[in-house]
Each structure stands twice: as structure tokens, then as C-alpha cells.
């Protein structure tokens, strides 16, 4: 898992570069901030010509998730998230390491000693492939130019359809999808860079809360005597 987020972490590094961050601050910020997708949301932004507020705002948005995943990992973890290391915990709550993590309970019950294991040993792992890549995409973009040219630029994008193209299976999730990317698409020519990924984030939630509001409100009506 950390080789594989690490090959895709060479493309940030050199489009952080090419966006107009030195390699310094390329580096701090795949550290400080260690979120893949809110990382290329913020140097794509400011790489179209997007405002700071706008790349903030737009990695924000896309770094929520993480909460989310706090929520599920912080009682599995027990001990090991609380106290002084609960901090190193929140650093480590990322896509992968959730997901590994959170995969040991179907495949061994009652294993939380495994989930815990598969939650630090993935996130620490790619945090240093992913650190290491991205100093060394971040020289390579000084090297050699516009990532553009080589298709760096859509490492990112592909990795993450990766990621989400399984979860797809149900018809609302494909309805939210839809949704999402149709309100994006509609977007790109008529707004600056990063409202397009906010208002596609908002249209998402509201269409994928609509439909669980209306199944509770049948559900109580049809409880009522």
C-alpha cells in the first residue's frame, strides 16, 4: 500500500513544483497536511489560477473524510488512539489505513489486535513512501518541466476513480456520483478554479441526504398509530 501511494506521490510532487510552490514547501506541505486528495486539490487549484481562499477551501472540503473516519477508527484503536498518541493517530487516519484497518474485522472477528496492526503498520508505511516520493517528484518537476507533458497530472485523478469505482454498486451511490459530476462538468467553463470541486461537494451531500431523509420520514409516519 505505501509503494503504491508512493508512485502516485511523484506526480504531486511535481506539479506542486509547477504550480508554482518551491520544493520546500512542497515537502512541508505533504507533511503537514498528508492527505493525498485534499493535496492535489490544493495545488491544482492554485496551478489553474485559483485564489488561496478557493485552494484552502476545496481541500478542506475533500480532507472532511478523514473526520469520518476518525469516528470509525478511534474505538477500534482503543488505547493506542487516545492520550499523547491520539495525535499521531489523527495524522495516520487516512483512506488506506482505514480501510486495511477496518478490513481485519470481517476477515478475523474479534481481532482488534489486527485491526490496530493493519492501521499503523499502512499508515505508517505510506506516509514515508509518500513523503519520500513526493521530495523526489519535487526535484524530478524542477527537472523537467510541466508534469503535464509525461500525464502526471493524472495520476491522481485515475487513483482515486480506482478507489471509488467499487463503492459505486448501489443506485444511489450512482445517482450522488452523477449528480456530483454533472454539476463539476457544468461549472468548469463558467467559474474561477475549485468552486466547481465545492459546489459539486455540496450538490453530492445534499443529494445523497435527500433521499435518506425521505425513507426516515415514510419510515416514521408509517410507525405512527
Request: proline share 5%; hydrophobic share 55%.
Amino acid at each position: 500500500m505505501g509503494v503504491a501511494s508512493g508512485s502516485y506521490a511523484v506526480s504531486f510532487g511535481a506539479l506542486s513544483v509547477a504550480a508554482g510552490l518551491s520544493v520546500t514547501q512542497t515537502v512541508v506541505l505533504s507533511t503537514l497536511m498528508f492527505t493525498g486528495g485534499s493535496q492535489f486539490a490544493f495545488v491544482g487549484v492554485l496551478g489553474a489560477g485559483g485564489g488561496g481562499v478557493a485552494a484552502v477551501a476545496t481541500a478542506g472540503f475533500l480532507g472532511v473524510r478523514n473526520g469520518f473516519y476518525g469516528l470509525t477508527m478511534s474505538p477500534l484503536l482503543g488505547p493506542q488512539g487516545h492520550g499523547w498518541r491520539r495525535p499521531f493517530a489523527a495524522h495516520m487516519t487516512l483512506d488506506e489505513s482505514t480501510a486495511v484497518g477496518t478490513a481485519q474485522l470481517a476477515l478475523n472477528p474479534g481481532r482488534r489486535d489486527l485491526v490496530r496492526f493493519g492501521f499503523w503498520a499502512t499508515g505508517l508505511s505510506v506516509f514515508v513512501f509518500w513523503n519520500a516520493a513526493t521530495l523526489l517528484g519535487a526535484y524530478l518537476g524542477d527537472a523537467l518541466g510541466d508534469p503535464r507533458r509525461y500525464g502526471l497530472d493524472a495520476a491522481a485523478a485515475a487513483a482515486f476513480l480506482a478507489l471509488l469505482w467499487p463503492r459505486l454498486v448501489a443506485a444511489l451511490s450512482r445517482g450522488v456520483a452523477a449528480v456530483a459530476v454533472g454539476v463539476a462538468l457544468a461549472l468548469v467553463p463558467l467559474t474561477p478554479a475549485g468552486v466547481p470541486v465545492l459546489a459539486a461537494a455540496v450538490a453530492g451531500a445534499v443529494a445523497g441526504l435527500l433521499p435518506a431523509r425521505a425513507a426516515a420520514r415514510t419510515g416514521a409516519e408509517g410507525g405512527a398509530p
